[in-house]
């Protein structure tokens, strides 16, 4: 990476070119619509979501360049800074509210209304952006040559090379396309099962299986084989291991949780009663772990960013490419979003706890500027933060007598903004890094970050009432695992009836796993997850594999088909997630006489059923067509 004195970005200071668009900020509102909305469902299906920006920025081009024949690299930039908030605010709502739909329908003195989700939402994502904002001189342009931000790098680099553009948005395009032609035929019309599974009779309490949908396949592609393998390691010691020895040792027992004896249970039931939460305490330990060893570097990074503010160079530029939304503004905005998480009931925060939330945010918004400047966003703990934040504030709420119901739901909201914080400011980062290298307005970037969280909040609103009515939270069509996990933190704390040994169980197998120098939460993850979820993430991992150590011609072929899997891959992740938005809307659509219009879809009321062997067919079709859109596209690969 060059040194920050001779760096020169790729659209001059000096030259002006479209950026802030009414096609900017409308392609740029509809895609932090769509992949808030789709990582929303992936999160709450598996507890993990995606990044958005280079997707977001691919359809942009294809978009802008293709159908409206226009050139901007400016413009496509911002629709992917708009766009990729999206994601970031999806991530800090689901992992954590979900747990209060849940104390609602466990009938806790508990509430939640639209517009508490709203305001979390939105103030949450505007917080995560304005402390991020004076750190931009420091980690951004003075650091430019040691902080490279590699989601934000690699962003840039794909706007440049954005003659490739076209293809590559008909890539996600086709993969979004797909995908939801699949998850309607499977769980709209329901012509095959979007589950099979296996249960060993011999083998008393092991089972297998796989949800063969097109969202796994693609996060598979995207983690590749290590990860995808370290989660499957964790669903084989659950399924494998740990259900058939809680069998072979208490088959005649009922053991609290549960209220009947392990032998009547079936191998789903022994999960649900007892691995999730042998799983839950392997992932909140594993979160702390990654905290706790990232700790040097968390003080260290906030020390000298510190520091860096101290220190910068505070004379007013007239250069476009340095201009920021000025402090006033930044204070202004901060105080407002602080005013209307305490003025608001139903978000049940008052001004200590708010105090609490500008303690917190802002040094895990540094933190994770930073931080992701060095590891990337996918290894910023913010799990761990968030868990951290709970323990904490918990803590605090309880010994001053915010306890019950009312603390339980304080402590989540609280988690909620600092969790949101903490991505955004992440996200925001990697997307100026992609601006500076770009050139663009960094000030009009700003503008876009906060657009896009309030669209985003707001969409973050209907999804989540939208798919609690349809299915609810904490069910097997959507587990809302890391919610799940958030709201045991709480209930422990707060002195609620959890099975501890199974929790602590949880606890030292992740310390077992960190002293085999393993990485702890992809296995906890796949311990904590049905086995059901790691099986065709494997498969997706598997293909990976193949694509990066098969021979190429190349450099070039080699990345090219890489990137169009990862593309493709995104597609389906996106697909699935809209569709499964729709078939949440047919599900409380009433026609009458009990029936939703989901039902009167659904072919096997009428005897039209594929089984399984219709679900491997079809999840076979869609990994050709992985292979057909990346390794056999001539377009990306000459043979």
Not at 517 to 537: D, E, F, K, M
Request: with cysteine; aromatic share 8%.
């Amino acid at each position: 990476m060059a040194d920050n004195k001779e760096f020169k970005p790729y659209i001059a200071a000096d030259q002006v070119m479209p950026e802030v668009t009414p096609t900017s900020i409308i392609l740029g509102i509809l895609l932090a619509v769509v992949f808030g909305a789709a990582n929303a469902y992936l999160g709450l299906r598996v507890g993990m979501t995606v990044s958005a920006s280079i997707p977001a920025a691919v359809i942009s081009m294809g978009v802008i360049r293709m159908i409206l024949k226009k050139d901007s690299i400016l413009e496509n930039n911002l629709v992917q800074t708009i766009g990729s908030a999206g994601e970031s605010v999806a991530a800090g709502a689901i992992f954590t509210l979900p747990a209060i739909f849940m104390w609602i329908k466990e009938g806790y003195d508990v509430t939640l209304s639209v517009v508490a989700i709203a305001v979390v939402s939105i103030s949450g994502g505007l917080l995560g952006v304005l402390f991020m904002i004076p750190l931009r001189k420091a980690l951004i342009v003075k650091e430019h040559g040691s902080l490279p931000y590699p989601e934000g790098t690699a962003c840039a680099e794909v706007l440049i090379a954005g003659e490739k553009g076209g293809n590559a948005a008909t890539t996600v395009f086709a993969g979004l396309g797909i995908a939801s032609v699949f998850k309607f035929l499977t769980d709209g019309l329901k012509l095959f099962p979007s589950e099979i599974s296996y249960s060993f009779k011999s083998y008393k309490g092991s089972g297998i299986g796989a949800d063969t949908l097109p969202a796994l396949l693609g996060v598979g592609y995207i983690c590749g084989a290590q990860i995808s393998a370290y989660m499957l390691a964790g669903g084989v010691l659950a399924w494998l291991v740990i259900m058939p020895l809680i069998v072979a040792f208490g088959a005649d027992a009922t053991i609290f949780p549960a209220e009947v004896a392990i032998s009547q249970m079936s191998v789903d039931e022994i999960w649900s009663s007892y691995v999730r939460y042998i799983g839950a305490g392997a992932v909140a330990a594993g979160g702390i772990i990654s905290l706790v060893k990232s700790l040097p570097l968390i003080i260290r990074t906030f020390s000298e960013n510190i520091k860096s503010l101290k220190n910068s160079d505070n004379t007013v530029s007239t250069l476009r490419t340095d201009k920021d939304l000025s402090i006033k503004t930044i204070l202004l905005i901060a105080l407002i979003c602080l005013v209307v998480l305490v003025a608001v009931p139903s978000v049940h925060i008052n001004v200590f706890t708010a105090i609490l939330i500008v303690v917190f945010g802002f040094f895990f918004a540094t933190v994770s500027s930073r931080m992701v400047g060095l590891v990337g966003s996918s290894n910023n703990p913010v799990s761990g933060m968030a868990i951290a934040t709970l323990i904490i504030t918990t803590v605090i709420l309880k010994a001053t007598g915010n306890d019950g119901g009312l603390g339980m739901t304080t402590a989540i909201m609280i988690g909620t903004v600092i969790c949101i914080i903490a991505a955004i400011a992440g996200d925001t980062s990697q997307d100026l890094k992609t601006g500076y290298i770009i050139g663009s307005t960094p000030r009009n970037q700003q503008i876009g970050e906060v657009i896009g969280v309030i669209a985003a909040g707001l969409a973050m609103t209907g999804v989540m009432v939208l798919l609690n009515n349809a299915w609810g939270f904490g069910t097997s069509q959507l587990p809302a695992p890391q919610a799940t996990l958030m709201k045991l933190v709480v209930e422990g704390v707060m002195g609620g009836d959890l099975p501890w040994n199974l929790v602590f169980i949880g606890v030292f197998i992740a310390v077992v796993i960190e002293l085999l120098n393993i990485p702890v939460l992809p296995v906890a993850i796949g311990l904590y997850l049905p086995i059901y979820l790691s099986v065709p993430i494997m498969i997706g991992g598997l293909i990976r594999y193949w694509f990066d150590h098969k021979k190429y011609k190349n450099d070039d072929d080699k990345e090219n088909v890489t990137t169009a899997g990862i593309l493709f891959s995104s597609g389906l992740i996106a697909g699935e997630g809209l569709i499964g938005i729709l078939l949440a809307v047919f599900a409380v659509i009433s026609v009458g006489g009990g029936k939703s219009f989901a039902d009167v879809i659904d072919l096997t009321a009428h005897g039209i059923d594929l089984g399984a062997i219709g679900s491997i067919v079809f999840f076979a079709i869609l990994i050709l067509c992985l292979l057909k859109f990346s390794i056999w596209d001539k377009k990306n690969y000459k043979k």
